[in-house]
C-alpha cells in the first residue's frame, strides 16, 4: 500500500525520481529493464494505495528482483537487490521501507535526512533526503546513479536540505501528503488504526481530537470480518449437549502441571476427577507424570466411586 503517486501523465517530468516511502508495503519499480528475474502478473491483479476503496487502485504488470544502485551521502555506490513490483503507471519508483525493515536493516532520521544501515556493518547502504513537505508527511529523494534513469537524480540535481529543487513542487507536495490528508470512511480508519474500537475512533473524528481524521463515512456494513475471530473466546460448539443427571454417568478426567513449585506434599502435578451429574470435582495431587501413578490414581476414585454408589 504506497502513499499516492500521480501516474506517468498526469505531470510533465522528464524522468523517474526514486524515493523512500514508509507507506509502502513493497518495493514499487517504474521501469521493466531494472529487473534481474520477472514473472508476469495475473491480468487482473492490481495493488491498492493508502486511499480508500476503488479510488486507490493501481495496475500491477509483473513481480520479481529490482537491482538499483544508489550513492549515499558519504560517497559510497551500493547496489541493491530486493523484491519489487513492477509499476509502469507510476511516476516514480518507490522503495519500501517497511520491506527493509522486514530484511532486518535499520534506519535513523534527522534534520532532513533518512538513512538505512546494514545492523551488522553499520554502513549505510541507502539514504535520502526530504523532498517535500505536506501536513507533516515527507518523501525522501535517493540518489540513482546507474543509467536506467534520467539525470533527474543525479548528484547536481540531489535535493539540498530544506528544498526539493530536484522534481516540480507541486509532483513532490501532492504525493508526499495527499493521500494521507484525504478523507476516508470509518471502516477504512478502523483498518488503518490496527482494528482499533470504531467508537473510540468516531468520537475522535467528531470532536476533532486527531489532527488530519477526517471521516467520509460513518455507516458500518456488519461486524468486521478480522475482528471477530480475533476476538471469540472460544470456537462454538456445534452438537447439542445434554449434561449428565445422574452421578457418575460421565466422569471428565484432566492432567495439569508442571507447577513451577513444589507443594508441601511434594506434588508438581494434579489429576482432576470431575462429575457431570453432581458438579463435584476430586482433585489427587501427584509427584510425576508417569503413567503407573496416573493410573494408581483413577484407580482409587473408582474405588471411591463405587463404595459411595454401592
Not at 537491482?67 to 549515499?72: D, G, L, N, S, W
Not at 503413567?291 to 454401592?310: C, H, I, K, Y
Request: hydrophobic share 35%; with cysteine.
Amino acid at each position: 500500500m504506497p502513499s499516492y503517486v500521480p501516474s506517468v501523465n498526469s505531470h510533465n517530468i522528464n524522468g523517474t525520481p526514486t524515493f523512500i516511502d514508509s507507506g509502502a508495503s513493497h518495493w514499487c519499480i517504474r521501469d521493466r529493464n531494472r529487473f534481474v528475474s520477472y514473472r508476469k502478473a495475473r491480468p487482473t491483479h492490481t495493488g491498492r494505495l493508502a486511499t480508500d476503496r476503488v479510488n486507490g487502485s493501481f495496475k500491477i504488470e509483473g513481480y520479481g528482483i529490482a537491482k538499483i544502485i544508489v550513492k549515499t551521502a558519504e560517497g559510497s555506490v551500493n547496489h541493491l537487490r530486493f523484491p519489487a513490483s513492477h509499476t509502469p503507471t507510476f511516476g516514480m519508483n518507490l522503495l519500501s521501507l517497511p520491506a527493509m525493515d522486514r530484511k532486518g536493516f535499520h534506519g535513523g532520521w534527522g534534520n532532513g535526512k533518512l538513512e538505512v544501515q546494514d545492523p551488522a556493518s553499520r554502513k549505510v547502504i541507502v539514504d535520502g533526503m526530504v523532498a517535500g513537505h505536506c501536513g507533516g508527511h515527507e518523501l525522501y529523494q535517493v540518489q540513482v546513479v546507474d543509467s536506467l534513469d534520467n539525470p533527474l537524480t543525479s548528484a547536481s540535481n540531489r535535493p539540498r536540505l530544506g528544498s526539493y529543487q530536484a522534481i516540480d513542487a507541486s509532483y513532490a507536495l501532492v504525493t508526499s501528503g495527499r493521500s494521507r490528508s484525504k478523507p476516508c470512511s470509518l471502516e477504512m480508519w478502523h483498518t488503518r488504526f490496527g482494528h482499533a474500537d470504531i467508537n473510540l475512533i468516531r468520537l475522535m473524528a467528531k470532536r476533532k481530537m486527531v489532527e488530519g481524521l477526517e471521516v467520509s463515512d460513518f455507516a458500518l456494513c456488519g461486524k468486521c470480518e478480522v475482528c471477530l475471530p480475533a476476538k471469540a473466546k472460544r470456537k462454538p460448539v456445534d452438537d447439542i449437549v445434554v449434561p449428565s443427571s445422574e452421578p457418575l454417568d460421565q466422569i471428565s478426567l484432566d492432567l495439569w502441571g508442571p507447577a513451577r513449585t513444589k507443594s508441601l506434599g511434594g506434588a508438581y502435578y494434579m489429576l482432576l476427577a470431575y462429575d457431570d451429574g453432581t458438579s463435584i470435582p476430586f482433585p489427587y495431587f501427584l509427584t510425576n507424570e508417569e503413567a503407573p501413578t496416573v493410573l494408581r490414581s483413577v484407580e482409587n476414585f473408582v474405588t471411591m466411586a463405587e463404595r459411595q454408589t454401592g
